[in-house]
């Protein structure tokens, strides 16, 4: 096979050609933090924000988001994705919330980008339903925390 490159030989971009892979098991993790005012927070944990249960849909926009990836990044595959959780630890005492993304499926490629699109729309999907009563939200650190599955092997954030 090849060395990977986005570029054809007149440098024009161009999705790389994975038809060569072995399909294997291939998982990713992705995290996300949003910071909020504490009242904010305590709104969001007592279900009194207006438009509705804001872990709820933030759950759904983003196995949405993982599922629309090669719509939004231009080189990435479409994959047939096997499954995608969200999880949300809120800390009152730092006053955010950390959103965490589990992405699996066998395939020729991996699913990092699509980790890390379903953590990025959770956190702007909290703030789109929280903006009412905060536009001071932060979203930051999103990034890859592991992912596992093909030829590079396992990458695992050192912590």
Do not use: W
Request: proline letters at 3%; charged letters at 25%.
């Amino acid at each position: 096979m090849n060395k990977f490159t986005h570029f054809n030989e007149k440098g024009m971009a161009r999705m790389v050609d994975v038809s060569g892979k072995d399909a294997t098991v291939r998982e990713a993790e992705a995290y996300a933090e949003i910071s909020m005012k504490s009242n904010t927070l305590k709104m969001i944990l007592d279900k009194k924000i207006q438009k509705g249960d804001v872990f709820a849909v933030a759950t759904v926009a983003g196995v949405m988001a993982a599922k629309k990836t090669p719509d939004l990044i231009p080189m990435c595959h479409p994959l047939n994705i096997s499954s995608v959780e969200i999880n949300f630890k809120p800390n009152e005492k730092e006053n955010k919330i950390a959103i965490i993304s589990k992405v699996k499926l066998i395939g020729v490629t991996g699913v990092e980008m699509e980790a890390l699109t379903a953590v990025s729309v959770s956190a702007l999907t909290i703030y789109d339903m929280c903006k009412a009563v905060d536009k001071e939200m932060t979203i930051s650190e999103i990034k890859l925390l592991k992912k596992s599955g093909g030829k590079s092997g396992t990458f695992l954030r050192k912590i």
